[in-house]
């Protein structure tokens, strides 16, 4: 017995590999650009301290004036594309596990964004047009208060016909095992997101998707629950579940019983059993698995260390993912969630340090 023991020891060490564009993203590539602004210019354009909303025509100055006015910061933003970039940073090694797809202007922003997507290792592959400019969020930070306003612009003009169809980009679909989407995306392309969903679930791959804000289950549930058969993992805050129930007509505000619930949603995949995530802020992360319902508790942090919660689901998701790519038990998923969850509400903006030290 004596000499079989270094072995399993030896099997337990080796690392299971993760290939290049593994994991497949696609959404809303926006360009943050981040400041500390003031007050005055808050009231100029209307906007709360804290607060996401989306741009109309009275802010078309702003974007301009933010860079001209202030010292700004860049970061490739949007929500999958931050997911994507996290979960490419908790991996490491090798680059590009993490692809993205999404449509992007012939501009200086579209520009900066590719050198961003580029510097977090992410394979990126953009849609890109002359119609509309690159989409921007601007996050205009007060204090602890960050507003924003995204315009969406460019991150509209996503065609399936001119991108995801094309060969060289359905082969990134092909070679991916895990795909996650943000519902923000079911506003541009619910085409895509289907044809993807229907590739992972007639191959059992593992599609994930986001209630990402509670208006995307409300004016956007058509499209929604069109996709919501193929969903084996959805993701979503407490807030979203809520919105999510009452448009479902669960007739229940228990986090815990609307998980339970949206898993038995139908499900065209049976080999797969739906997982249900909501994240609930500092509270315990809602997680159904098999056919019971657990609370797994975040990690503790300081309220003064904290310094911006507004990447925090993102983090989670990406964190989450990462673990997901290497099959990993969904224990693991949710920790890493948890931790790249806790790493980012500690810095402004969904940035990072170099390296994580996740174990």
Known sequence: MAAGEPQAKKLKL????????????MGNPLLDICAVVDKDFLDKYGLKPNDQILAEEKHKELFE?????????????????????????????????STFLGCIGTDKFGGILKKKAEEAHVDAHYYE??????GTCAACI??????????????????????????????????????????????????????????????????????SAPFISQFFKEPMMKVMPYVDILFGNETEAAAFAREQGFE?????????????LPKVNKKRQRIVVFTQGKDGTVVTSGNEVTISPVLDIDQSEIVD?????????????????????????????????NVIIRRAGCTFPEKPDFH
């Open 65 to 97: 004036e933010i860079v001209r006015k202030f010292k700004v910061e860049y970061h490739a933003g949007g929500s999958t594309q931050n997911s994507v970039k996290i979960a490419q940073w908790m991996i490491q090694q090798p680059h590009k596990v």
């Open 142 to 211: 007060t204090g602890d208060n960050r507003s924003l306003v995204a315009n969406l612009a460019a991150a509209n003009c996503y065609k399936k016909e001119k991108h995801l169809d094309l060969e060289e980009n359905w082969k990134l679909v092909e070679k991916a095992k895990v795909f996650y989407i943000a519902g923000f995306f079911l506003t541009v392309s619910p085409e895509s997101i289907l044809k993807v969903a229907k590739h992972a679930s007639e191959h059992n791959k593992v599609f994930s998707l986001n209630l």
């Open 14 to 25: 080796e690392e299971k590999e993760v290939s290049q564009n593994a994991l497949f993203g």
């Open 309 to 341: 919660t507004n990447g925090a689901g993102d983090a989670f998701v990406g964190g989450f993912l990462s673990q997901l790519v290497y099959d990993r038990p969904l224990e693991e998923c949710i920790r890493a969630g948890h931790y790249s969850a």
């Open 252 to 264: 229940t505000e228990d986090i815990e019983e609307i998980a339970k619930k949206t898993q038995s």
């Open 129 to 134: 047009q002359s119609e509309e400019p690159t």
